[in-house]
T-cell receptor, first 109, second 116 residues
Framework: DAKTTQPPSMDCAEGRAANLPCNHS???????VYWYRQIHSQGPQYIIH???NNETNEMASLIITEDRKSSTLILPHATLRDTAVYYC??????????FGQGTTLQVKP | DTGVSQDPRHKITKRGQNVTFRCDPI?????LYWYRQTLGQGPEFLTY????????KSRLLSDRFSAERPKGSFSTLEIQRTEQGDSAMYLC??????????????FGPGTRLTVT
């Protein structure tokens, strides 16, 4: 199972874009990159996922490099409610998610 | 909108006792996953079911742990002879299980177990 590397913590000003990086240099050609977040004491929440192309939904955008060895999650206009731990995950072929320690994003007013 | 539900939300038990947790997945979701999360760590995979079949178990799932999913609906996770190291948040997730790219997992609120 591919492993991911994320910075342990980041700060972002409210209203600004939050860019969360992730390295997954050992990803296989058919493995998807998933992003989840976890607000304190709640279950993880699905954000977005992608394979090769950049993806956008109502929550965020996902930018995947051409060699697929890294990606960036973008929250375009961060709010205080976006303060959470963000997990970048390479999903295994069986579907199980292998979580790392994630990035703690602190959105500040 | 009925998401994944888990019961109980909190459980305090004494070392050596048995505990059982229940997870009700989103209706029509074929796959059901169990994860465990200790303080300051990301969730760790324990096991998963495709309908009623248990297809994979982590080495973290010792012989004191057993999970079932009768009739492919709700699932139970039982821990026998609990130890203090079992104290954690136990998370359940479900997905459509179609095998396609759109197979995101939706998590329940978790059951927090404290073993004293």
């Amino acid at each position: 199972d591919a492993k991911t590397t994320q910075p342990p913590s980041m700060d972002c000003a409210e209203g600004r874009a939050a860019n969360l990086p992730c390295n997954h240099s050992t990803i296989s050609g058919n493995e998807y990159v998933y992003w989840y977040r976890q607000i304190h004491s709640q279950g993880p929440q699905y954000i977005i996922h992608g394979l090769k192309n950049n993806e956008t939904n109502e929550m965020a955008s996902l930018i995947i490099t051409e060699d697929r060895k890294s990606s960036t999650l973008i929250l375009p206009h961060a709010t205080l409610r976006d303060t959470a731990v963000y997990y970048c995950i390479v999903r295994s072929n069986t579907g199980k998610l292998i979580f790392g320690q994630g990035t703690t994003l602190q959105v500040k007013p | 909108d009925t998401g994944v539900s888990q019961d109980p939300r909190h459980k305090i038990t004494k070392r050596g006792q048995n505990v059982t947790f229940r997870c009700d997945p989103i209706s029509e979701h074929n796959r059901l996953y169990w994860y465990r999360q200790t303080l300051g760590q990301g969730p760790e995979f324990l096991t998963y079911f495709q309908n009623e079949a248990q297809l994979e178990k982590s080495r973290l799932l010792s012989d004191r742990f057993s999970a079932e999913r009768p009739k492919g609906s709700f699932s139970t996770l039982e821990i026998q002879r609990t130890e203090q190291g079992d104290s954690a948040m136990y998370l359940c997730a479900s997905s459509l299980g179609t095998g396609s790219s759109r197979d995101e997992q939706y998590f329940g609120p978790g059951t927090r177990l404290t073993v004293t």
